[in-house]
């Protein structure tokens, strides 16, 4: 008797339990519209969690139709919002990889750039455009990859012309790290690696602003060598391209200035603007 006993008030806990359960969710039985509404109301009030638990409810109960693939979506914001790049680049490729053809596929692709290019750049860099140049280069490659995506799948989307403008800054950074690390090279008296990094510069990103300084640089480093027609001939390339630059402080830094001496920080911040 005791044994049963106990058993009897084991499952009357348990039922217990469950109905507790389930008055402490008051989304039960509501339509995919009110948990929407919900998600929406949370994300707007930055309360991103609360946010990314209705969209979740959503999904469970409700995994087809617009309201459930405008969630994943929106899970993807909120995460990016919520610094959390991975998981809202997961999502983004969920989208994209189930819904290929959906008329909001321009903006998830476009977003997932956006959060390929800010997780690697932090706040501090986003003030500070001349420290651009230390983020990961591969990661720049892979946020201009998307964005030339999305200029290349979406020519008329309304997100085509910021990805292209996107491309265009990203390659200027890429173009600014490769310079930094030549110049770093040429610091260290080490000039064929500079000079094949210059020659990087003006094979690669030969639109971008680091190519006249590339060119005095590598002047510099034929100059430090001995090679005094090579330097002549990057000379020349360089006033015959870019003669409004040729009195910028830092092209005649490079072509004539003590080049063993790394900037100072605030001579970097106060240099000529990169991007």
């Known amino acids: 008797m005791r044994v049963r006993h106990f058993l009897l008030l084991s499952t009357a806990s348990a039922i217990l339990f469950g109905c507790s359960s389930l008055k402490q969710d008051r989304t039960i039985g509501w339509s995919a519209n009110q948990l929407y509404e919900a998600a929406k109301a949370e994300r707007e009030g930055g309360s991103y969690t609360a946010a990314v638990d209705y969209y979740d409810k959503l999904l469970a109960r409700f995994p087809y139709g617009s309201l459930a693939q405008q969630s994943i979506l929106d899970i993807a914001y909120v995460h990016y919002k919520n610094s959390e790049p991975d998981k809202a680049i997961e999502k983004l490729n969920e989208f994209l990889h189930t819904y290929p053809q959906h008329p909001y ?4 692709l476009f977003l997932r750039g956006v959060v390929e290019y800010e997780r690697n750049v932090s706040f501090f860099d986003r003030l500070m455009p001349t420290n651009l140049s230390q983020t ?8 201009f990859n998307t964005f030339a995506e999305v200029a290349d799948k979406y020519p008329q989307s309304e997100y085509a012309e910021d990805a292209r403008a996107r491309m265009v800054f990203i390659h200027n950074l890429l173009g600014e790290h490769t310079l930094e690390v030549a110049n770093y090279y040429l610091r260290r008296g080490t000039y064929i690696a500079a000079i094949n990094r210059y020659k990087q510069v003006l094979e ?24 005094t027609a090579l330097a002549q001939d990057a000379e020349a390339v360089l006033r015959l391209n870019f003669a409004d630059k040729l009195q910028d402080k830092e092209i005649r830094h490079y072509l004539n200035g003590d080049i063993h001496k790394q900037p100072s920080f605030w001579q970097r911040i106060n240099a000529k603007p990169k991007i």
């Open 204 to 227: 690669e990103y030969e639109q971008s602003q680091s190519a006249p300084y590339a060119l005095a640089a590598m002047s510099r480093a034929y100059r430090e060598m001995g090679e």
């Open 136 to 143: 990961d280069p591969e990661a720049l490659k892979t946020a």
């Open 105 to 108: 596929a321009d903006y998830a």
